[in-house]
């Protein structure tokens, strides 16, 4: 028994020996110091200094040398970029298991194909590996690829817990993305108070895009009372940062006097800004504003290329109105025939003007027309926002 103790007791021993010669090889002390000295002359700025340290210091084992210097190595500081060795240090870094910013870091060159093949299913496996190292906008990642089936299944479901999970860090984005995911439901139960919550709290960390969402949940009264006062305020916000379906926001409600006083000028110039920055649903107002001549001079070609411009980019009131402009002859030739045809899309896409003129025209040449004005001032014509 004594014999068998023995045995047992030095079986053990060794094991643990021969774990710690290994960890000693791993983590070599010389290696560290010069990692230190390397990261201190990146800080002070002698960024050729640091590359050579670091090296000795990645080739000692040093984990966080490894990630520095792929950081260098990929951008070109202090030398010419190699982003092929960059590759190859922060998937040695990542490898050591604790270095969250290697492995993300890795991902995105394996997505992007830098420093070797593209490699999306490898990506997605580090994504989601630093992201349960808690690396927020890993997880922010994973919610994209998860969303969208990159390198995997697609999953709904998967997408919105990972966007949660870099909602609780208080991360921006992942606010944003769970404010769409709970007002339409994706991924899970929607809940309209929630996702206000999320816009507004998201918006609040100055996420421009989250400014326009908020906006437009206080428009609509999503999850709460409308505001048109503070869907103007924060519209405002987002179309000054350069948002263009924010100024198309701004150019409805500057056009029908909704939380600020009627300001043609105005709403003719938000709305310019904003179709030409590829608001679809600004497209149609502006051609509206130029075909009246309102807020300026009237330009009916111009309006009708506007039109035609919203109703190639799907928009169904686009549709409608270069419809209407093509039977009457509008800013240019008359082609009843394409005019009737954009009509019937519009109809298609449950456009009840497009509908009720079709009924009412069967003949098909009649210059008979719905007042557009009126559906200009409706949130339903402009719609949700695009993800």
């Known amino acids: 028994m004594a014999r068998m103790f023995v045995f047992a007791l030095a079986a053990v021993l060794a094991i643990f020996f021969s774990r710690m010669g290994a960890y000693a090889t791993d983590v070599d002390p010389k290696g560290v110091a010069i990692g230190e000295a390397g990261a201190k002359a990146y800080d002070e700025g002698n960024v050729a200094q640091a590359r050579d340290l670091l090296l000795s210091a990645a080739d000692a084992g040093d984990a966080s040398a490894m ?25 040695a870094a990542a ?22 093949p593209k490699d999306i299913a490898a990506a997605r496996s580090w994504f989601e590996k630093a992201a349960n190292a808690g690396h927020v906008p890993a997880m922010d990642w994973m919610g994209y690829l998860s969303q969208d089936g990159e390198g995997g299944p697609k999953d709904f479901a998967a997408a919105r817990m990972w ?27 929607a809940d309209p108070k929630a996702a206000r919550d999320m816009y507004q709290k998201a918006a609040e960390k100055g996420l421009v895009r989250a400014m326009t969402y908020y906006a437009n949940a206080l428009y609509n009264g999503t999850g709460g009372r409308r505001d048109l006062s503070g869907a103007r305020e924060w519209s405002q916000k987002a179309a000054d940062k350069g948002d263009a379906d924010a100024m198309g926001m ?41 075909e009246k001549g309102l807020g300026g ?53 449950g456009d009840a003007d497009s509908r009720r003129y079709l009924a009412s025209n069967r003949g098909g040449g009649g210059r008979g027309r719905v007042a557009v004005q009126k559906r200009y001032s409706k949130s339903s014509d402009w719609g949700f926002l695009p993800f």
């Not at 520095?68 to 998937?91: F, H, M, N, T, V």
């Not at 870099?166 to 439901?185: H, I, K, P, S, V």
């Not at 409805?252 to 110039?269: C, F, I, K």
């Not at 506007?306 to 009131?317: F, M, P, S």
């Open 297 to 349: 001079p009237k330009d009916l070609p111009g309006a009708r290329q506007w039109y035609e411009k919203a109703a190639n980019a799907g928009d169904r009131v686009g549709m409608y109105d270069y419809g209407i402009a093509l039977i009457q002859g509008k800013g240019g030739p008359r082609n009843v025939k394409e005019g009737r045809a954009w009509l019937k899309k519009a109809a298609d896409l």
């Open 250 to 290: 701004l150019a409805t409600m500057y056009e029908h006097g909704q939380g600020v006083p009627v300001n043609h000028a105005l709403a003719r110039t938000w709305a310019k800004s904003a179709a030409e920055g590829g608001c679809s649903f600004a497209m149609p107002l502006y051609g509206f504003l130029l």
């Open 67 to 91: 990630n520095l210097l792929a950081s260098i190595l990929q951008k070109g500081l202090g030398g010419e970029a190699d982003l092929p060795a960059a590759r190859k240090w922060y998937e």
């Open 95 to 116: 490898n050591k298991g604790d270095l969250s910013e290697a492995m993300f870091s890795l991902a995105m060159m394996l997505r992007n194909g830098q420093g070797g």
């Open 163 to 189: 966007f949660q999970r870099a909602a609780d860090q208080g991360d921006a984005n992942g606010l944003y993305r769970m404010g769409y995911y709970f007002e339409t439901g994706t991924g899970g139960p």
